[in-house]
């Protein structure tokens, strides 16, 4: 298996530069064909970010690069579960896919709740806002 970071994840998503996106493309079918693309959850994070701020991408067409880029054949994320519950609760809730993250990375460790002064996240089960 062979690891990406955030750029060139962008690359394959935006593709926004043609040279870069033909270079990422090679390496990560290359990837795939060699024993799979890894993707931390901090570049599912990142990717996320960079959709939203950078790019201007909507919250549904955030979450839906997103599902597909860890439903692609070969592909493996580092946390699998707690990105397809943070991913379900980005599309239904308000926050940030970071937040949604973090909330479910706090629930699988037990550690709940999850203080926070972002009133959007503490809408979230799990999430307490400090009042």
Known sequence: MEAFDTNVVIRLIVRDDEEQCRRAELAFRGAVAVGGAWLASVVLVEVSWVLRVAYKFDRATIAAALER???????????????????ASFEKGSADFADYFIVESARRSDALPLHTFDERLSRTSGAKLIG
């Not at 860890?70 to 943070?86: N, S």
Request: net charge negative; glycine share 6%.
């Open 69 to 87: 880029l860890v439903a692609t054949a070969g592909v493996h994320v580092e946390d699998a579960a707690t990105t397809q519950l943070a991913l």
